[in-house]
T-cell receptor, first 112, second 114 residues
């Protein structure tokens, strides 16, 4: 089955700096890669996603890049703000089993 | 539009006791998921429903876990008997699209087994 590894597990940045979170996946057939943000006491919320036919996608201050050859994808947050502090999860979905496999999460702390 | 509703928010039980979690997905979402999230980890799929049919329950520990979605709307997940290792957050999610890509999660039920 699919295996998704995520790093770093914790990330602390100063407000206004950029943050980058990286994930690798094992199933070369995976074709959908979302990123979720989870705030304390809440369920994960989808913030951006990318499909395997696209190399990069951007939405305001967040962007995701995908390297299919290397089987890794990354989340980029620019001009970080304190409200960006949360746990971020990457995930991957294969063409066989129609269910997401999540990474272990990155706790992002944005210092004001 | 109401989101995915789960209850209870918290549950504390002693080991060997039964426990049940309830989920009401977003209206019109035919696909419903139960995930378990251990502390400091990502969600792990337990079971996926398409309407009332469980189409993926390969990760559900069937000796003690059961789930149902009788009318294809709300769902119940049960553990009987609970073990210490079952302490986790149980998340319900639903999806509006046939590709089951975009998941909408509830706030979860935090279970503590003592």
């Amino acid at each position: 089955g699919e295996n998704v590894e995520q790093h770093p597990s914790t990330l602390s940045v100063q407000e206004g700096d950029s943050a980058v979170i990286k994930c690798t996946y094992s199933d070369s057939a995976s074709n959908y890669f979302p990123w979720y943000k989870q705030e304390l006491g809440k369920g994960p919320q989808l913030i951006i996603d990318i499909r395997s036919n696209v190399g990069e996608k951007k939405d305001q201050r967040i962007a995701v890049t995908l390297n299919k050859t290397a089987k890794h994808f990354s989340l980029h947050i620019t001009e970080t703000q304190p409200e960006d502090s949360a746990v971020y999860f990457c995930a991957a979905m294969g063409t066989g089993r129609r269910a997401l496999t999540f990474g272990s999460g990155t706790r992002l702390q944005v210092q004001p | 539009e109401a989101g995915v509703v789960q209850s209870p928010r918290y549950k504390i039980i002693e080991k060997k006791q039964p426990v049940a979690f309830w989920c009401n997905p977003i209206s019109g979402h035919n696909t419903l998921y139960w995930y378990r999230q251990n502390l400091g980890q990502g969600p792990e799929l337990l079971i996926r429903y398409e309407n009332e049919e469980a189409v993926d329950d390969s990760q559900l520990p069937k000796d003690r876990f059961s789930a149902e979605r009788l009318k294809g709307v709300d769902s119940t997940l049960k553990i009987q008997p609970a073990e210490l290792g079952d302490s986790a957050v149980y998340l319900c999610a639903s999806s509006p699209d046939r590709a089951n890509e975009k998941l909408f999660f509830g706030s979860g039920t935090q279970l503590s087994v003592l």
